[in-house]
């Protein structure tokens, strides 16, 4: 069983920055396409980023294009999400998520494995 966990959330002020990690055990997890995605209260869950199992491919949200980076190392099976320029509309829970194909994908049902989730509140 594959499990997910994730960890950098947090209070920061607009315009700052945040870095979550995901940390994956358990299965093959290096060769998984891993996505991120959000949750704000009341709102249905969102895709933010994925990155292909190699880190050759990657997609992003329109909404954090130019400001969230997706990135991984297979040797640690961690996953990043580099936040900059963060807005109060940010604020959510950061899911992790795990794919078990090569491909990346941008809807939720896409994947098989989730994290715990990981608050990010932007004050502004």
């Known amino acids: 069983q594959v499990q997910l966990v994730e960890s950098g959330g ?7 920055s945040l870095r979550l990690s995901c940390t994956t055990s358990g299965g093959a997890s290096w060769s998984y396409a891993m996505g991120w995605f959000r949750q704000a209260p009341g709102k249905e869950r969102e895709f933010v ?12 949200a329109d909404s954090v294009k130019g400001r969230f980076t997706i ?3 297979n040797a640690k099976n961690t996953v990043y999400l580099q936040m900059n320029s963060l807005k109060p509309e940010d604020t959510a829970v950061y899911y992790c998520a795990a794919d ?3 491909t990346v994908h941008k809807t939720s049902y896409d994947y098989d494995y989730w994290g715990q989730g990981t608050q990010v509140t932007v004050s502004s």
Not at 10 to 16: I, K, N, P, S, W
Not at 49 to 60: H, L, N, P, V
């Open 100 to 102: 078990r194909t090569y």
């Open 71 to 73: 990135s991984r190392d």
């Open 10 to 16: 947090g209070l920061v002020q607009a315009g700052g």
């Open 49 to 60: 980023a994925a990155i292909s199992w190699s880190g050759g491919s990657t997609e992003y």
